[in-house]
Every structure is written in C-alpha cells, then in structure tokens.
C-alpha cells in the first residue's frame, strides 16, 4: 500500500520494465508503445525500476515521455533497495524485459515466480524459458508494432496470470532454482 501511494498508483495494470535504465534495454520502445495501448486500455500504468542508469538516457526518456504526453500513464521509480523488488513484482501484472541479446536473466526468473506475465526478447536464451502464449509472450524487439500488440495481448489475457504462474513457478523451481 505504502508504494502505490508512493507511486500514485490507484487500480490501473501494472507493466514492469525493470532493467537497467539504459539504450540497450530498449526502454524507447516500451515507452512509444504507451500512446498505441492506452487507446485500448487506459487504465493501464507502466513503471521503469532500476539498479543503475546511464544518467543521459534516463533524461531522453523522461523527455520522451513528456513528449508523447504520457506523463500519466508512466513512473520512473528509479533504484530501488534490493528487499524491495518482491513488492514490485508482487504489485505489477506484467513484466517487459527486450533487450537484443541475453545470456540468461534473473529478472525474468523473478518474474516467472511471482507470478507476472512476461513479454520478453523472442531470442534463444529466453525461448527456452517462455513459450510464445503458453507462459509469457516473445517478441521481436526490432519491430516497434509486434511490441505494441503483445503488450495488448498480454493486458487483454490478464485472467492468464494465474494459469502462467502455475507453469511458471514449476519451470523455474525445476529449472532455475
């Protein structure tokens, strides 16, 4: 309760980004998917929590923000203490991590576990995790309209989060504990 007041967060959707606050994470194109998704869904909020930050592209993406107008639909919560994290993820319905490469993530395991829905990088890494529908969604983070739809998608089947949790937690104690 404390950090949705924290965060003004009433009863909206949440979409996690949590990454570092940097280009290669793509963060760009989740924040231009916001002005497609709330036409659809406007009670939807995406929050950007990070460990660390490239200061100058943290601005171009507040910039961004503003910019497109969607200041309302968009907290940059910045770091957080790692005791922290659980709540966040225990508070959003879907995570978005599409970096271009991965070599294994322990965000998405976190998120798996507690039960998010994940849009990830439809790479090899991440597709032995997520099968595209069953427990998460891929996509392909060069294509800004494909990013667009599977944030839809996901926040359109968000009664799935309970059977993708199911799954989800089984694969990563199986696999990932």
């Not at 924040?31 to 660390?52: A, C, N, Q, T």
Request: proline residues 4%; aromatic residues 10%.
């Amino acid at each position: 309760k404390r950090l949705k007041k924290k965060l003004n967060i009433k009863n909206q959707k949440i979409v996690l980004s949590y990454r570092r606050m940097d280009s290669y994470f793509n963060m760009d194109k989740i924040i231009r998917s916001i002005p497609y998704i709330i036409k659809e869904y406007p009670d939807v909020l995406l929050v950007f929590m990070w460990g660390s930050a490239d200061k100058s592209y943290e601005k171009k993406m507040r910039n961004l923000v503003k910019k497109l107008k969607i200041s309302k639909y968009v907290r940059f919560a910045g770091y957080e203490d790692t005791r922290i994290v659980p709540i966040y993820l225990k508070m959003a319905d879907i995570m978005i991590m599409i970096p271009p490469t991965e070599g294994g993530s322990i965000s998405l395991f976190e998120s798996m576990a507690c039960g998010l829905i994940p849009i990830v990088s439809d790479i090899p890494t991440n597709q032995e995790w997520i099968k595209d529908g069953y427990n998460g969604f891929l996509v392909n983070v060069h294509d800004q309209e494909a990013i667009n739809l599977k944030i839809s998608k996901a926040l359109s089947n968000i009664r799935l989060k309970g059977k993708f949790h199911k799954f989800n937690k089984a694969i990563v104690q199986n696999k990932g504990d």
